[in-house]
């Protein structure tokens, strides 16, 4: 009797190990689901499923001005104001962009902010075939996220197995302490944006 419950037990702890062995070794939903990256480097046209994706200049500031409802508005933040251009067109057939994604080198996710409203120039981006357009996603994020980060840019937030773009930010401009170079102490969102190519300096 004893040698069968100690089977019994054998068993039990067994089936619980192997339980949870599978638990842990097998991928979750999420990451079976998860949005496919295109990877790519600033300045590199990276083509997803649905539309292409251009970042040449992104401009770190401690203040954003804006107008809101006739407004000027002076908006700071605890970290630093990440203002990304993109130049995004549709590849087949018109489509939308409608999320950005600021990922740091441990792998933490900034979504981009909410604190503008609604302005013509932030997502969500409509995108035809053949037709460039100028797209903002501005970003509140840690001065340690910014070295090593990279850009997610999708169609949706939510995309189980849609392609989605990756973009490498290494080729950010940084000082000696690491840190991004030529951080301004205010950047007016409406002014005209920089004109000609963009310079490493304030990529």
Known sequence: MRIR??????????????????????????????????????HDTIRT???????????FARTLKTDQFGQT?????????AVVTTDLTATN??????????????GLRYHQTERLGYRPDMPPHGVDPGLEKRGLFVFEVPPDQIRGASLLVAARQFGPLDAQARIS??????????????????????????????SQGNT
Request: hydrophobic share 40%; with cysteine.
């Open 169 to 198: 930010l290494d080729a950010l401009p940084r000082g000696a302490d690491g840190q991004p170079a030529n951080v301004l102490p205010q950047y007016d969102l409406d002014a005209p944006p920089p004109q000609g190519p963009p």
């Open 93 to 106: 057939a018109s489509a939308t962009v409608a999320d950005g994604t600021w990922q740091g080198p441990t």
């Open 73 to 81: 508005k002076l908006l700071t933040t605890s970290g630093l104001w």
């Open 5 to 42: 419950a100690i089977g019994n037990l054998v068993i039990l702890c067994a089936t619980v190990a192997l339980s949870y062995g599978m638990q842990v070794s097998m991928p979750h939903y999420a990451d079976l689901t998860a949005p496919m990256p295109v990877d790519g480097s600033m």
């Open 49 to 59: 499923r649905s539309f292409d994706v251009r970042l040449d200049r992104v401009i």
